[in-house]
């Protein structure tokens, strides 16, 4: 995903276009590089704001960071309605628009980025409990998401009715994870491919 816009007309922007700047500059960093290595001067620097300016609207770094975080979640839960919700397509092509949108994102940033929920889960889970349960909580909605559009595909008759939906959609959720993270390391598509080929092959829907 990538949260960066043309801030060209940095002089005309209003209060809030500075807030969201700010963050959109800090989202791409930190999805590179990672929270506790993006220092608050790069930040600055890169977003071409003063100090004042960055504590004006956010009280400290993990304030920010929280900030972050809300527009990640909320971009990325867009993404999940256009696609997971996208009633005008039946529910298994819903879920596989999903992963390969996914797939795409990743290798439209040459494998540099990922999720930054899921990065920030795993530098972050043992620092802070505040980020820890903001990020819990928005995996299990995620987890949700998923779940009802398997739910719906049960109903049309895709899925077996056997599948456990819940406990489906949290399992696709963190393997979806997993493999994002490989395939950064590999620098490669296949640990993606190789991860939706398996989930459809398991609902029984597989092309």
Sequence with gaps: MNFLDDWSNIGD?????????????????ISI?????????????EA????????????????FGLAVIETYAQDYEA???????????????RLRN???RSVEDLKSCDFSKGCL??????EMASQSALFRERLDAIFSDWEQRIARCL?????????GQNVD??????????????????????RSMLPLLRFEEMILKQLGAAD
């Excluded at 999940?80 to 039946?90: F, G, R």
């Excluded at 929920?117 to 795993?122: H, K, R, T």
């Design 98 to 100: 999903y992963l390969r």
């Design 151 to 159: 739910k719906a595909a049960q109903e049309a008759g895709q899925i």
């Design 117 to 122: 929920i899921g990065n920030l889960g795993q």
């Design 13 to 29: 922007m209003t209060k809030n276009d500075t807030r969201q700047h700010i963050i959109a500059i800090g989202a791409d960093l």
């Design 33 to 45: 590089h990672g929270f506790g290595s993006t220092g608050l001067n790069k930040i600055l620097s």
């Design 79 to 93: 993404r999940m309605s256009e696609t997971l919700a996208n009633e005008e397509l039946q529910p298994v092509d």
């Design 165 to 186: 939906t819940d406990q489906m959609g949290a399992f696709i959720l963190s393997g979806w994870q997993g493999s994002l993270l490989r395939a950064k390391v590999q």
């Design 48 to 63: 071409q704001v003063p100090k004042g300016s960055f504590y004006h609207y956010f009280k400290s770094k993990n304030d």
